[in-house]
């Protein structure tokens, strides 16, 4: 099997085979979310109950215009994340500047193969000029990828009660880049630790 490749793509620089691969894998995905992306005005869209199918691709081409994490098999696009790189929002202001998630997702076949979590210890590991906090935001339903954010130190910062259908909420986590005292220090390869903000 061919070996995963990760990078990091700033806005608007993949390749035209990259950006191929990339819009086959957000046809597949696509779906997968609750509501579908393909029902959704933007990345950061409120108001996720009811929605009808969007008239334009405007989800992807917002996606497309920000940061990209990107798990390379060959030369397909198996996975990637896409996050706003210095968001702010007054609802968690105290993160905020923040990294902002709007989307992660995997092919079908190579699911439960560790690519999310792969991709998320990337995203933490990017240099320190970015903001310390990373913020994304899921369904309460979504159990699968809660449980990987629980074990990665993502802790609750803000839900919304009933925000995609009835007893579906959206709930908003948070967690924060910390490189080790070592690495302060000058001493070893810098690594991650996670902890949750104290919003009360």
Same mark, same amino acid.
């Given at each position: 099997?061919?070996?995963?490749?990760?990078?990091?793509?700033?806005?608007?620089?993949?390749?035209?085979?990259?950006?191929?691969?990339?819009?086959?894998?957000?046809?597949?995905?696509?779906?997968?979310?609750?509501?579908?992306l393909t029902f959704r005005s933007g990345t950061t869209q409120g108001g996720l109950r009811d929605l009808g199918r969007a008239e334009s691709d405007d989800y992807f081409e917002q996606m497309l215009g920000q940061d990209l994490i990107v798990a390379m098999q060959a030369d397909q696009v198996i996975g990637f994340l896409s996050f706003r790189a210095r968001y702010e929002d007054s609802r968690f202001?105290?993160?905020?500047?923040?990294?902002?998630?709007?989307?992660?997702?995997?092919?079908?076949?190579?699911?439960?193969?560790?690519?999310?979590?792969?991709?998320?210890?990337?995203?933490?590991?990017?240099?320190?000029?970015?903001?310390?906090?990373?913020?994304?935001?899921?369904?309460?339903?979504? /159990? #699968?990828?809660?449980?990987?954010?629980?074990?990665?130190?993502?802790?609750?910062?803000? @839900?919304? !009660? +009933?925000?995609?259908?009835?007893?579906?909420?959206?709930?908003?986590?948070?967690?924060?880049?910390? /490189? #080790?005292?070592?690495?302060?220090?000058?001493?070893?390869?810098?690594?991650?630790?996670? @902890?949750? !903000? +104290?919003?009360?």
């Amino acid at each position: 099997m061919d070996r995963v490749f990760l990078r990091h793509v700033g806005p608007g620089d993949l390749t035209d085979a990259e950006t191929s691969s990339l819009t086959e894998l957000y046809e597949q995905v696509a779906g997968d979310f609750v509501p579908p992306l393909t029902f959704r005005s933007g990345t950061t869209q409120g108001g996720l109950r009811d929605l009808g199918r969007a008239e334009s691709d405007d989800y992807f081409e917002q996606m497309l215009g920000q940061d990209l994490i990107v798990a390379m098999q060959a030369d397909q696009v198996i996975g990637f994340l896409s996050f706003r790189a210095r968001y702010e929002d007054s609802r968690f202001q105290r993160v905020c500047p923040c990294i902002y998630v709007s989307t992660i997702a995997v092919r079908h076949d190579q699911r439960r193969n560790g690519i999310a979590r792969k991709l998320y210890a990337h995203l933490f590991e990017l240099p320190d000029d970015l903001p310390d906090w990373v913020v994304l935001r899921t369904w309460s339903t979504n /159990t #699968s990828h809660l449980g990987l954010l629980t074990d990665l130190g993502f802790g609750m910062v803000l @839900s919304i !009660p +009933d925000d995609r259908a009835e007893n579906v909420d959206t709930v908003y986590l948070a967690a924060r880049r910390v /490189t #080790s005292p070592d690495d302060e220090a000058g001493g070893s390869a810098p690594t991650t630790a996670h @902890s949750v !903000p +104290d919003l009360a």
